[in-house]
């Protein structure tokens, strides 16, 4: 009688090439696709940080349902005002539009905050006196690698919207530049 013995690596071999050969493939999931919004802001911002090199962000939806759980609450109970940040932590942007341009695009919202870009002097990390350039840094901020954004319509006492972004890590770190 005639056996033949054939190494374990060869049978390991042969059963691969009949799982690959049979069609089987690994379960992906696809990833889910972002509401128009959502992928507006993304876009917008992945735009701006990529002009200066740095990594494009992820949306996060945990960011997301917490920027719109305040923008809500600004609308709702403080007459769409600006929302106090400070002891967020995360990093933060606001826009508030009123009257005619009360429907504020995402993508106009982080154009309006990247117009602060001429301001910003990267040589020293500084802004040009009497301009502000931290809600353009925070947009390009080298460290944030995720995104939340939400907006509000607001008609009492005044037509308007806020958009409200957050962004983890946050930026503007006292001593770091954002590129």
């Known amino acids: 009688m005639l056996v033949h013995f054939f190494p ?9 090439f ?9 379960a992906t999931t696809p990833e889910p696709s972002l509401q128009p919004a959502a992928q507006e802001f993304l876009d ?3 735009k701006a940080r ?3 090199g740095v990594e494009p962000l992820e949306w996060s939806e945990k960011l997301a349902k917490d920027t719109s759980l305040l923008v809500r609450y600004q609308r709702n109970k403080m007459g769409c005002d600006f929302a106090n940040l400070t002891e967020s932590k ?5 826009l508030w539009a009123g009257s005619a341009a009360a429907s ?18 990267h040589a020293n990390n500084s802004c040009v006196e ?3 350039c931290g809600v353009y840094t925070q947009v390009v901020w080298r460290k944030s690698a995720q995104l939340g954004c939400a907006q509000a319509t607001c008609t009492v006492k ?12 946050p930026g503007n770190v006292v001593g770091e530049t954002p590129f």
Request: aromatic share 12%; hydrophobic share 40%.
């Open 8 to 16: 374990l690596f060869s049978l390991a071999a042969l059963a691969i």
């Open 18 to 26: 009949f799982v690959s050969s049979n069609g089987a493939r690994p």
């Open 44 to 46: 917008s911002h992945n």
């Open 50 to 52: 990529a002009e200066v």
């Open 90 to 94: 995360y990093g933060g942007n606001q």
């Open 104 to 121: 504020v695009t995402p993508s106009k919202a982080v154009e309006e905050w990247v117009k602060e870009k001429e301001f910003y002097i």
């Open 130 to 132: 009497n301009h502000e």
């Open 158 to 169: 005044k037509q308007a919207s806020l958009t409200i972004c957050f962004y983890d890590p």
